[in-house]
């Protein structure tokens, strides 16, 4: 337990130090509280076409922490996925987004949204009974649901991962593969489960801008999702050379700091074209 100092002193994460590894056990003890007091949010980062119509946004979780202060996920999701804290997260945040897409189906407000889920989330055998109970309370159409999935969940627990998929494809989920590339994915799984999209980690599009258009990286990334007919969505455009340089290579769609950072729920909704 941490002294009320040590919980408001200003804390760094230093893995290696007794700062990082209080702050570690403190995050990991409040994360089965963090649903029940509210203090998740979601923000929206847009994602746009080439014309410039917003297509999607991705929702990404974001901590309030009462002591600690905003927490990102590349900090707490992690420790989630150590335990069950990951389901509660994930199943909130689904239904979260399903009220968001249902209020803006009310207002005449066209959108879609992506969401993350995390591999052990995605291996429980009641996911899609889950996520498709969302669904039908939220009235979600078909089409405004994808899920991005990283390339790990479709590893463990292959069977039941791809029955889940079906089920939710069936009634209009699409899937989508975050953080393209970067895992060590058997390339049948794309042939084999139903893909419609990969998205390109932001240091692939780096590595663009380091090496010119001939990345050989890039080039067989890119043959691969052209051979399986998948969309692809450039991620962390932070400049104009890198948004020009994904839609020379025939990037779908685009989204990065240089179009959006993620808004605010009420800043998101200003953007959405009237349907
Ligand atoms: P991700 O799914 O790949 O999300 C994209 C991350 O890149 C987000 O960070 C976003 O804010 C950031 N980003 C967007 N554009 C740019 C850019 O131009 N430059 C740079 N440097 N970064 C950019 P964020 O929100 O901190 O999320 C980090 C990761 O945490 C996500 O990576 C995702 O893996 C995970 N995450 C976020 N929300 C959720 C969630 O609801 N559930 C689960 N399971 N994971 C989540
Ligand atoms: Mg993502
Ligand atoms: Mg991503």
Redesign the pocket.
């Known amino acids: 337990q941490l002294s009320e100092d040590q919980v408001n002193a200003p804390v760094v994460f230093h893995s290696a130090s007794s700062v990082g590894y209080d702050r570690y056990n403190f995050i990991r003890q409040s994360l089965g509280a963090a649903v029940s007091n509210h203090e998740l949010f979601?923000?929206l980062?847009p994602q746009y076409e080439s014309d410039g119509s917003m297509v999607c946004a991705?929702?990404?979780?974001?901590w309030q922490h009462p002591q600690l202060g905003l927490i990102?996920?590349?900090e707490f999701?992690p420790i989630a996925?150590e335990s069950d804290a990951?389901v509660e997260?994930?199943q909130w945040?689904m239904n979260e987004c399903g009220k968001l897409l249902y209020e803006c189906n009310k207002s005449g407000l066209r959108t879609r949204l992506s969401?993350?889920?995390?591999a052990k989330?995605m291996a429980r055998a009641d996911f899609s009974e889950k996520m498709l109970a969302v669904i039908a309370h939220w009235n979600i159409p078909n089409g405004s649901l994808t899920i991005?999935l990283?390339e790990a969940a479709l590893i463990g627990s292959f069977a039941l991962v791809r029955t889940s998929m079906k089920e939710l494809a069936d009634k209009g989920v699409s899937f989508s593969i975050?953080?393209f590339g970067s895992g060590n994915l058997n390339l049948s799984y794309l042939r084999d489960l139903c893909i419609k999209e990969v998205?390109l980690?932001?240091h692939f599009i780096d590595e663009e801008g380091e090496n010119g258009a001939q990345s050989p990286l890039l080039n067989s990334i890119f043959d691969i999702a052209k051979i399986f007919e998948l969309r692809t969505v450039a991620?962390?455009?932070?400049n104009n050379t890198q948004f020009n340089d994904a839609i020379k290579r025939g990037c779908h769609v685009f989204?990065?700091?240089?179009l959006d950072?993620?808004l605010n729920v009420r800043d998101w909704r200003a953007k959405l074209p009237v349907k």
């Open positions: 979601i923000e980062q991705e929702a990404l979780v974001r990102t996920p590349a999701i996925e990951i997260i994930g945040v969401i993350n889920i995390s989330h991005e990283r975050d953080h998205k980690d932001r991620e962390g455009i932070e989204q990065g700091y240089f950072k993620p």
